[in-house]
């Protein structure tokens, strides 16, 4: 039996893919781990996830399958999950799940595989099981990298990739309501593509804080979210705030002694949590004993 720990983490949306097929994204501090272990003695079909979440794990199922017959092996699998990501809130909870199932499968079954190969399973896998709309391309490269990534989702392709400038912290506001990506409305979302791409193209020149907050509001405005907590935490000093990926949670960039107002801004509307961007990615060990 081999088991390996494997980590991927949360992206927050700078630009989200949806409206026309190209997106930005950021890593977040904010981890999922699993732990993967081959049973030999098991055949393919049986597969055991063991999560504290609640959530339906046939994602999850359906990830462990395909890494085991992408890596070639007949055997079965059990699983275990601890995320700290808010599920079904715009924040690549799903993305970093599957970066981290297909990173353990690899690093388990001893696959000579570059991550640039894990990352593009584990999109196929997160098109595959219906819970991103265009792979997530972005998000999960973000995830998986670190750091900040502008992307062509529709073409797979990396267009630009840099580190995320030191000192300054994210606040996010969460909701006790879920949003899935498969149940948003694509045809209205497609709508507003001509404004989104104004917000990609600034995000192509380096300015994230103004695509960010461009597309937060476009995202916003047409998936029916208030507003007000964009303009609260703007109001408070955030360089960037917006809708992160099809919602609920919304984001904010801010410099770090400014963290504590802009958090408090909007305590009225949710739970608050602060992070911070990370520029390191995932990342695989082999589990204890």
């Known amino acids: 039996m081999t088991r390996y720990l494997a980590y991927s983490y949360a992206a927050g949306t700078i630009v989200n893919a949806i409206a026309t097929g190209k997106g930005a994204a950021f890593a977040l501090d904010i981890p ?80 000579d595989a570059r991550g640039e190969e894990i990352l593009q399973k584990a999109v196929d896998c997160s098109i595959e099981g219906g819970v991103s709309i265009t792979g997530a391309f ?9 750091g900040i990534t502008v992307t062509d989702n529709l073409e797979r392709k990396l267009l630009r990739q840099e580190r995320f400038p030191p000192n300054h912290s994210i606040i996010l506001l969460v909701s006790d309501k879920k949003t899935y990506t498969r149940d948003v409305d694509k045809e209205k979302i497609r709508l507003i593509g001509p404004y989104v791409e104004l917000a990609y193209g600034k995000a192509l020149e380096g300015n994230f804080y103004m695509a960010l907050t ?29 809708l992160s990926g099809t919602g609920p949670a919304y984001i904010a960039i801010t410099e770090q002694e400014l963290s504590s107002e802009v958090a408090a801004s909007v305590e009225k509307y949710g739970r608050v949590i602060e992070t911070r961007p990370r520029n390191t990615g995932a990342k695989a060990i082999p589990a204890p004993p």
């Open 32 to 111: 999922t781990q699993v732990e993967l272990e081959l049973m030999d003695g098991w055949s393919r079909n049986r597969i055991e996830v063991y999560t504290s979440s609640g959530e339906d794990t046939s994602f999850s199922e359906l990830c462990v399958k395909r890494a085991l017959e992408w890596c070639r092996k007949s055997c079965g699998a059990r699983l275990s999950i601890e995320s700290d990501i808010p599920v079904a809130q715009g924040l690549s909870s799903s993305s970093a799940l599957s970066n981290a199932i297909f990173l353990a499968a690899a690093k388990a079954s001893k696959l």
């Open 138 to 146: 972005d998000d999960a490269s973000a995830s998986f990298l670190g």
């Open 214 to 242: 461009l597309n937060g509001l476009l995202y916003a405005g047409v998936l029916g979210y208030s507003p007000d907590p964009v303009y609260d935490m703007l109001s408070s000093g955030a360089k960037a705030a917006g």
